[in-house]
T-cell receptor
């Protein structure tokens, strides 16, 4: 059973803080993704990674960066948190072969005050 | 870039009725179309998917149809039950990148 685990379920941070959201998967998946979920806007892709040390920008990368030093771990970094980054963040992973199911983590609800 | 539009944003049906959710995509190179269900407070989970070489796929009460020419795909739920109440997301994949629609909140009333 695939498990994608996000380090925190809820986070409250102050404006200007550097924030790290961690995601770990245990199925040796090649692909990992970070999405942001907001009401009425669905799931928007922030960054994704096809391999270790590799990253690609998604649709809304501004204000975010990522790190993938190990295959199982994909970190999302908010360099200087702002109130408009208050949201639900979802990590996902999928195998390297094309057209396969993505498995999601439980989500991290981040509030920036 | 890739864009996926999803309609309606909310859908209310009586138990036993059918529900249909429609999506359109912009990139003709998309070749994989999954549907995810997200129950309140839970993570999205795959319920059905279809690949571009197939026009229709069915799994019990759930079916998905794909019209590649029109770049449309739809989710059909028959004999709806209260436990079908959730938010449903369509997605289109290009080169392993999944782009999601904005979601449909389905409410099934007993």
């Amino acid at each position: 059973d695939v498990k994608v685990t996000q380090s925190s379920r809820y986070l409250v941070k102050r404006t200007g803080e550097k924030v790290f959201l961690e995601c770990v998967q245990d199925m040796d998946h090649e692909n990992m993704f970070w999405y942001r979920q907001d009401p009425g806007l669905g799931l928007r892709l922030i960054y994704f990674s096809y391999d270790v040390k590799m990253k690609e920008k998604g649709d809304i990368p501004e204000g975010y960066s990522v790190s993938r030093e190990k295959k199982e771990r994909f970190s999302l970094i908010l360099e200087s948190a702002s109130t408009n980054q208050t949201s639900m963040y979802l990590c996902a992973s999928s195998p390297g072969s094309l057209n396969t199911e993505a498995f999601f983590g439980q989500g991290t609800r981040l509030t920036v005050v | 870039g890739e864009n996926v539009e999803q309609h309606p944003s909310t859908l209310s049906v009586q138990e036993g009725d059918s529900a249909v959710i429609k999506c359109t995509y912009s990139d003709s190179a998309s070749n994989y179309f999954p549907w995810y269900k997200q129950e309140l407070g839970k993570r999205p989970q795959l319920i059905i998917d279809i690949r571009s070489n197939v026009g229709e796929k069915k799994d019990q009460r759930i079916a998905v149809t794909l019209n590649k020419t029109a770049k449309h795909f739809s989710l059909h739920i028959t004999e709806t039950q209260p436990e079908d109440s959730a938010v449903y997301f369509c997605a289109a994949s290009i080169a392993d990148k999944l782009i999601f629609g904005t979601g449909t909140r389905l409410q099934v009333f007993p």
